[in-house]
C-alpha cells in the first residue's frame, strides 16, 4: 500500500474506530485531523500509548506521522492509529515486525460492544424476577 518510496500508508482498528495513518521520513512530527498530538491528546498516557511503536523500534523522531481518524471515543482512537503506525513501520522495514510482534502491536483486538437484547435493560443485565 506504499504510494511511492518515501511514504507508506496503513489501516488500523479498534471497536468503532479507524485510523488512516501515512507515515513519511520527517522529525518525529505527529499530525492527527490536522491538529498537533498534544492538542488531539491531552492526556499523557494516551500519546506514550500512541508513540510506543517507535519507541519498541528505536525510530523515535525518524518519521512524521499524518492520521485522519473517525469513529468511537479517544482510547479507542489512540489504539486504532498506534495499530496503523505499526503496520506502517512494517511495510517501511520488514525486519521491525518480530520486535512489534512480541510487544503486541500488530495484533488487532476483536473486542466489541454486545449488543442489546429486547426485553432487558443492557445486553446482559436482565429485569429483576419476580415468582409471584
Known amino acids: 500500500m506504499a504510494n511511492n518510496t518515501t511514504e507508506f500508508t496503513a489501516i488500523g482498528r479498534r471497536k468503532t474506530s479507524t485510523a488512516r495513518v501515512y507515515l513519511r521520513p520527517g522529525t518525529g512530527q505527529v499530525l492527527i485531523n490536522r491538529r498537533p498530538l498534544e492538542q488531539y491528546f491531552k492526556l499523557e498516557t494516551r500519546r506514550q500509548a500512541l508513540l510506543s511503536p517507535f519507541e519498541v523500534t528505536d525510530t523515535t523522531g525518524v518519521y512524521d506521522l499524518v492520521v485522519n481518524v473517525r469513529g468511537g471515543g479517544l482510547t479507542g482512537q489512540c489504539e486504532a492509529i ?51
Open 82 to 132: 498506534r495499530l496503523g503506525a505499526s503496520r506502517a513501520l512494517v511495510q517501511a522495514d520488514e525486519d521491525r515486525r518480530k520486535a512489534l510482534r512480541d510487544a503486541g502491536f500488530l495484533t488487532r483486538d476483536p473486542r466489541m460492544v454486545e449488543r442489546k437484547k429486547y426485553g432487558q435493560p443492557k445486553a446482559r443485565k436482565r429485569f429483576q424476577f419476580s415468582k409471584r
